[in-house]
């Protein structure tokens, strides 16, 4: 073929594809396009239902009333929930289109380019004829069910009666929330009348029709949602279906009301050296004017951790009251929602201990918490009052729809606000909190989803970029499988979810041979009642035989030397851990605590593999999310953490120098989110102080740094794992027998360490550089570095975070904005490029591309090639809310950079590869190529695309056109 008939083929083809372009096909992302029959035969009945009058089919005055205004308000001109979608990428002109045009704010955000707003039929043909919209979709009601309707997936909110002060024969509460559309996007002739109005003439109509005393709810004007309290779980049913029908109600879902601490087991005993902190001491980084704030069971004010003698707890009984005292050393403000007291050996107590509980003497100051010199800001949810307890009549509260408007004392449960973000973050936001660590969860919510809880949180940081949340990812992690985090809150793109690593060796040496009473032990364990109760030490060693244990405990109890006369009778310690224990660390963990010798202690702890740094607590929840992003985020110390006791007495100086009288031993996920909320205060201080860039203090460097930034430190600091990550029946699964994806969903990036990024003056060699910009759609930021010869050390690590808008309940995929990390090196000529949250270990270049899920992408390299130039490429594929999304960079090298690390101004339109090409004829040859398999493509194509335009000009239509107004996601029932 000639260079001229080669080229008037490739002018045809182009003319063609002009003239009868292909169909676009731009997929939309909802949850609930594929359901199982059971759903859809829950949507039928309650379509009937409606049909038949409902729920508000009551023919009295307040019905009739509520109709006529309802039809006033409507203009006689129906308005319903649609989808529009757009044929390009979202970028700030499409805002301006819809605001301008039609007076709508694009808020409601789903994938693919595409937003939830309210209009008229009558408007819909307007969207229509407007350039760069693809189609307008009915967004129908069986869209609009959140998980666990119609299907066996998750169970009703419960919060099952308590076994001491509730009637346990009282009905179960269950909850249901109910989300509204933003008056924003509500189109302009509507939204004269205001969203409260719509809401509380749907309200009257429901009081007038149900019984009072079996439904309570809230309206949180923040967020837009309903909140409905009842313990009969038909009128909810029928309220969900109710709500379904209102143009104005996208979502209704079924939630928790009651949590529980995640605590897996505690006991009074203690354990060093989980942190190497002196270095951060000697500095005076310990969270110096840092407050972190703690929603939980209750603190024990007079711990030795938190006990002042010359200044009074600043207790407060609602949020708008004043502190009567903001001069206590430890406590910025207490609200006793419930009461002011913790339970004993009380979890509360426990994690505010470890964020940053401080003795002011030895021998406690050993267990001071990570930020020992941060403030607390406390909310008491938790009800440890005989007879129960009131919050003061907030709006909100949990106790207000239960018997007598009192919650019932709970030893593991807590009761939170409905309004999570206004009467908790909010909370400890006003008091100067700018950290907020939670340790409790829902271990009947696994799997639920990304729901309004999740949304809610994640807006609540979007509009408070400076408040850094963290939450423990929950002690399911013995269930099979994955996705076994403990409720929405853990879906949440904007927080820390927080995994639990296995302790030190060296903590579980210190409790079992300087903290334990053995002596203590045998004759706990040898007394009559406990040989009539449990018969002996061997009751959790499975296969063993019984009568030997009870001859074991039995002997001990005559012997002058009960602890001697233990290790005699055990027989020389016959201890195998795969024989006895399999793969059970709690089985071993209990022959632990109940074994009366220490001789046979040490040996176990000499042959078990349990007892390794660097492995996953086998409790530690794993991911991912349902919609596949990585959580937890981070491990660190879950297990064997030492921290103050609850109710051991006024702290005094004779107490003070017993160390067993204050301390205790927990483990579970719940000591993990405070350690890392510590850790974020002292990397809040790093930064106000000035430590950046130097490593120094120096009040001209201040930063105030957002919790994106404070996220991106502390997940940049994080390394694998080396150790076994999961327990199965079969032994421990050690990191290399999983892949890189695999890894990510047990440990998330791995454990925190922040000496692996923070420039520490004479104590690291690091070189740190951060970044706080913003970016938007098609642009991008260039950073670049060059590796020095002969580094100190090789390791390079680069971490991108942005905080996101809050997703819409219905989307599949909870990620709005999407920026992408590149990062390229130059090798003397040879480029290699890598991409967010890839192996760069992997050779397969098929596992290295793009994510499109997570708001973290990180790159590690184990060794950067001394010499190489790294050019970092920060772009923007996606803005959707507004026209730029803020970011934070962290780049940490293990030795010195050459130099500092070089930015450029961003460039209009992303560049094909991470380095330009310096051969402009290898530039004009590769072109040329390219073309040339244009063409022949063409060719190949030119055949079909005649006879598909023939036939669709021949039928009187063309091939694309503007759709007049697509059907919505439908079966044959209609759905």
Same mark, same amino acid.
């Given at each position: ?38 759903? *859809? ?33 409507? &203009? ?58 693809? *189609? ?29 002060? /509730? ?32 809401? *509380? ?5 429901? /009081? ?15 967020? @837009? ?19 379904? /029908? ?57 711990? !030795?951790?938190? =006990? ?80 129960? !307890? ?37 909370? @400890? ?74 302790? %030190? &060796? ?13 002596? /203590? ?164 201080? &790093?930064?106000?102080?000035?430590? =950046? ?89 260039? =950073? ?6 002969? %580094? ?45 949250? !890839? ?26 090639? %001394? ?67 244009? !063409? ?29 107004? &697509? ?9």
């Amino acid at each position: 073929m000639g260079h001229h008939t080669l080229f008037a083929v490739c002018l045809l083809s182009l003319l063609l594809i002009l003239v009868c372009p292909p169909t676009l096909s731009i997929p939309l992302h909802i949850k609930n396009q594929h359901k199982s029959a059971e759903f *859809r035969r829950f949507v039928d009945e309650t379509s009937q239902f409606q049909q038949k009058g409902g729920l508000l089919s009551h023919h009295n005055e307040k019905q009739n009333l509520y109709r006529e205004a309802h039809a006033t308000l409507r &203009y006689a001109k129906p308005e319903n929930l649609y989808i529009v979608q757009f044929s390009k990428k979202i970028d700030h002109s499409i805002h301006r289109l819809m605001q301008n045009q039609f007076a709508i704010t694009l808020e409601h955000y789903i994938p693919q380019n595409a937003f939830l707003v309210v209009i008229s039929d009558e408007m819909v043909t307007k969207i229509m004829a407007a350039d760069s919209v693809f *189609r307008v979709i009915p967004f129908t009601k069986g869209l609009k069910f959140g998980t666990g309707f119609g299907e066996a997936k998750m169970p009703w909110g419960k919060a099952k009666a308590e076994d001491n002060n /509730e009637d346990p024969d009282a009905s179960p509460l269950y909850q249901l929330t109910v989300s509204w559309m933003k008056p924003s996007e509500i189109s302009e002739a509507k939204r004269s009348i205001p969203l409260q109005t719509h809401q *509380r003439m749907w309200l009257n109509a429901l /009081e007038s029709s149900v019984d009072a005393q079996k439904l309570h709810y809230d309206i949180l004007e923040s967020s @837009h949602r309903m909140v409905f309290t009842s313990t009969d779980e038909n009128i909810l049913d029928r309220i969900a279906a109710e709500a379904a /029908e209102h143009s104005y109600v996208y979502w209704v879902e079924k939630t928790e009301q009651l949590v529980h601490t995640e605590l897996k087991f505690s006991r009074p005993m203690t354990s060093t050296g989980t942190l190497d902190d002196s270095d951060f001491i000697s500095l005076g980084l310990t969270g110096k004017n840092q407050v972190i704030g703690v929603t939980d069971s209750g603190v024990d004010t007079n711990s !030795c951790f938190f =006990y002042d003698a010359d200044n009074a707890v600043p207790f407060i009984d609602a949020m708008s009251d004043e502190e009567p005292n903001k001069s206590h050393r430890k406590i910025q403000s207490y609200w006793s929602l419930l009461d002011n007291v913790d339970l004993d050996h009380g979890h509360g107590t426990h994690v505010s201990s470890i964020a940053l509980g401080k003795a002011q003497s030895d021998p406690l100051s050993e267990f001071n918490g990570v930020a020992s010199d941060a403030k607390l800001v406390f909310l008491d949810v938790g009800c440890n009052t005989p007879g129960g !307890c009131t919050c003061h009549n907030i709006e909100g509260c949990p106790c207000r729809s239960r018997i007598n408007g009192t919650c019932p004392q709970s030893a593991g449960s807590m009761y939170i606000p409905s309004d999570f973000s206004k009467h908790v973050l909010g909370y @400890h936001h006003s008091r100067g909190g700018r950290v907020s660590s939670f340790s409790f969860g829902s271990a009947s919510s696994i799997m639920s989803g990304y729901s309004s809880s999740s949304a809610e949180i994640d807006n609540y940081v979007y509009n408070n970029p400076d408040h850094l949340i963290l939450f423990s990812a929950g002690n399911s992690g013995s269930i099979n499988g994955y996705s076994t985090t403990t409720g929405p809150t853990k879906e949440t793109k904007n927080t820390i979810i927080v995994g639990a690593e296995t302790a %030190p &060796y060296e903590s579980w040496t210190d409790i079992y041979t300087q903290r334990v009473d053995y002596e /203590e032990i045998a004759l706990v364990t040898s007394n009559e009642w406990y040989v009539t109760n449990y018969c002996g030490l061997y009751q959790y060693v499975p296969n063993h035989n019984e009568s030997v244990s009870c001859a074991v405990a039995k002997e001990v109890a005559f012997a002058d030397n009960p602890s001697a006369a233990c290790c005699d009778a055990l027989d020389s310690c016959r201890i195998s851990t795969q024989e006895y224990f399999g793969t059970s660390l709690e089985r071993v963990e209990n022959y632990l605590d109940r074994t009366c010798c220490m001789t046979c202690v040490e040996k176990l702890l000499e042959i078990s593999p349990w007892w390794r740094k660097g492995s996953l607590a086998s409790f530690s929840s794993v991911g991912p999310t349902i919609d596949g992003r990585i959580k937890p985020d981070l491990v660190t110390i879950g297990n064997r953490v030492q921290a103050g006791d609850a109710n051991t007495g006024t702290c005094t100086s004779q107490k003070a120098a017993d160390v067993n009288q204050n301390v205790r031993a927990s483990q579970g996920t719940s000591m993990a989110a405070p350690t890392a909320a510590g850790a974020a205060a002292v990397v809040r201080q &790093y930064f106000e102080d000035g430590f =950046y860039p130097s490593g120094k203090a120096n009040s001209d460097n201040k930063i105030a740094p957002s919790a994106a930034l404070v996220k991106a430190v502390l997940i940049d600091s994080t390394r694998p794992l080396q150790d076994f990550l999961r327990v199965t029946t079969n032994g421990v699964v050690t990191p290399g027998e999983m892949s890189f994806q695999q890894r990510k969903y047990h440990e998330g990036h791995g454990s925190l360490n922040l000496k692996n990024t923070l420039q520490l003056d004479g104590v690291s060699k690091h070189k740190l550089f951060v970044s706080t910009r913003s970016l938007a759609t098609g642009k991008q930021h260039v =950073y670049t570095l060059r590796i020095p010869d002969s %580094p100190t050390h090789n390791e390079l690590s680069v971490t991108l975070v942005w905080t996101d808008p809050g997703a819409s309940e219905t989307a599949s995929f909870a990620l709005v904005n999407d920026l992408d990390l590149l990062v390229g090196a130059n090798d003397n000529g040879k480029i290699t490029e890598w991409r967010g949250n !890839c192996d760069t270990d992997e050779e397969d270049s098929s596992a290295n591309v793009v994510d499109r899920s997570n708001n973290v992408e990180k790159i590690t390299f184990t060794k950067a090639v %001394p010499g190489a130039t790294y050019k970092i490429f920060i772009r923007g594929d996606h803005v959707v809310t507004k026209e730029e999304q803020e970011y934070a960079l962290v780049i940490s090298h293990g030795g010195q950079m050459d130099s500092e690390v070089e930015v450029s101004e961003f460039i209009q339109s992303p560049v094909t590869s991470i380095f330009q090409l310096n051969s402009g004829i290898f530039l004009f040859t590769l072109v040329i190529l390219l073309l040339l398999v244009v !063409c022949m493509l063409s060719v190949l194509n030119v055949c079909s695309w005649i006879l598909v335009c023939l036939f669709s000009r021949k039928e009187g239509r063309a091939l694309v056109q503007k759709p007049e107004l &697509y059907k919505p996601f439908t079966d044959e029932r209609g759905l």
